[in-house]
C-alpha cells in the first residue's frame, strides 16, 4: 500500500463544475503539498498546509490531521484547470523529503 | 526574483554515454532537491543537497550522483545511461529544506 493515496486517478468533468480531489496519508506528517503539473512537465506548489484550510482563488485546500486526509477543491472549474494534481507530504521524520502521491488527472471541457 | 531554472531544458543522449544536468535556485535559497520523473514510476526523489552537502538521497543506483556549488547552483550527473533514463528531471529549491519551487525540468530522452 502506498504511503500517499489519491482518488480519483482520473477525473474529466464540465466547465464550471465544483471539484474535489482526494488525498490520503498513513504516515506521521509535518506538512502536505498540493501541486499542479501543467502538460510539458512544470510544477507549481499551491498550497503547503498542516492544519486547517487555505484558499487562493478559486482553490481550496483542507486538510485533516487526525483523519490523515487533505481535499483540493476547485470552484467554477474551468478548461485552464486542466491539469495533473499531486498531493506530497512531508514524513515527520523524513528531513523534508517529499512522499509523493500518483496524481489526479483533471480534465475540464468547455 | 527569478525562479528555478534548469539546463539544458532537452537533451537526447545514447546509452552508455554520461549527462550533466544543472539546476539553478531562487536566489538565497540552499537547499536543491533533484526528482526523476518517468510515467510508469511517478515522482521520485533523487537526492537533495543543502549548503553544498547532500543531506538525503534516495534509492537510486551510483550512476546517479550530484554536487552543489558554492553559490547553490547544483548539478546532477548520469555515468553510463541506460533506456530506463529516460524521464523528466526536476529541481526544486527552498530556504530551508521544504522543496516548493520547482524548475521547468530537463527531458532526458535515451536512444
Known amino acids: 500500500k502506498n504511503e500517499v493515496e489519491q482518488s480519483p486517478q482520473n477525473l474529466t468533468a464540465q466547465e464550471g463544475e465544483f471539484i474535489t480531489i482526494n488525498c490520503s496519508y498513513s504516515?506521521?506528517?509535518?506538512?502536505l503539498h498540493w501541486l499542479q503539473q501543467h502538460p510539458g512537465g512544470g510544477i507549481v506548489s499551491l498550497f503547503m498546509l498542516s492544519s486547517g484550510k487555505k484558499k487562493h482563488g478559486r482553490l481550496i485546500a483542507t486538510i485533516n490531521i487526525q483523519e490523515k486526509h487533505s481535499s483540493l477543491h476547485i470552484t467554477a472549474s474551468h478548461p485552464r484547470d486542466s491539469a495533473v494534481y499531486i498531493c506530497?507530504?512531508?514524513?515527520?521524520?523524513?528531513?523534508?523529503?517529499?512522499?509523493w502521491g500518483a496524481g489526479t488527472k483533471l480534465i475540464i471541457k468547455p | 526574483k527569478a525562479g528555478v531554472t534548469q539546463t539544458p531544458r532537452y537533451l537526447i543522449k545514447t546509452r552508455g554515454q554520461q549527462v550533466t544536468l544543472s539546476c539553478s535556485p531562487i536566489?538565497?535559497?540552499?537547499?536543491v532537491s533533484w526528482y526523476q520523473q518517468t510515467p510508469g514510476q511517478g515522482l521520485q526523489f533523487l537526492f537533495e543537497?543543502?549548503?553544498?552537502?547532500?543531506?538525503n538521497k534516495g534509492n537510486f543506483p551510483g550512476r546517479f550522483s550530484g554536487r552543489q556549488f558554492s553559490n547553490s547552483r547544483s548539478e546532477m550527473n548520469v555515468s553510463t545511461l541506460e533506456l530506463g533514463d529516460s524521464a523528466l528531471y526536476l529541481c526544486?529549491?527552498?530556504?530551508?529544506?521544504?522543496?516548493?519551487?520547482f524548475g521547468p525540468g530537463t527531458r532526458l530522452t535515451v536512444t
Open positions: 543537497y543543502f549548503s553544498e552537502t547532500q543531506r
Open positions: 506530497a507530504v512531508i514524513g515527520a521524520s523524513s528531513n523534508y523529503q517529499l512522499i
Open positions: 536566489s538565497g535559497h540552499r537547499s
Open positions: 526544486a529549491s527552498s530556504l530551508l529544506g521544504v522543496a516548493q519551487y
Open positions: 504516515v506521521g506528517i509535518s506538512a
